[in-house]
């Protein structure tokens, strides 16, 4: 498994942009897909982007499609989610995942290791 730490959270205003980063430890992170959930207070955990990691191929939620976008430097074991057009219904805690099984998950239970979360606030 591997160990991740997410960062770039904060509070911003509607409209303003935010990227996260992930950080993982272990040479093998470059054999693991990695994808990005969040989850808003008394709400279920949303799938929100992944990235494989083979081709480096996208699935993104379909709240988020058009302005998030996420991308993966492996020299630097890092993930990022940049996102733009921010709205007040992104608020949430988000949390990168690590699956070095599946391909493109896109669910909760594909992912194996998770990180603690970096808290996301859009005021309106």
């Known amino acids: 498994q591997v160990q991740l730490v997410e960062s770039g959270g904060g509070l911003v205003q509607a409209g303003d942009s935010l990227r996260l980063s992930c950080a993982a430890s272990?040479?093998?992170?470059?054999?693991?897909?990695v994808g990005w959930f969040r989850q808003a207070p008394g709400k279920e955990r949303e799938f929100v982007a992944t990235?494989?990691?083979?081709?480096?191929?996208?699935r993104y939620g379909d709240s988020v499609k058009g302005r998030f976008t996420i991308s993966r430097d492996n020299a630097k074991n890092t993930v990022f989610l940049q996102m733009n057009s921010l709205k007040p219904e992104d608020t949430a805690v988000y949390y990168c995942a690590a699956s070095r099984k599946w391909l493109s998950p896109t669910t909760a239970a594909m992912f194996d290791s998770w990180g603690q979360g970096t808290q996301v606030t859009v005021s309106s």
């Open positions: 272990g040479r093998t992170f470059r054999e693991y897909s």
């Open positions: 990235i494989n990691w083979g081709s480096g191929v996208t």
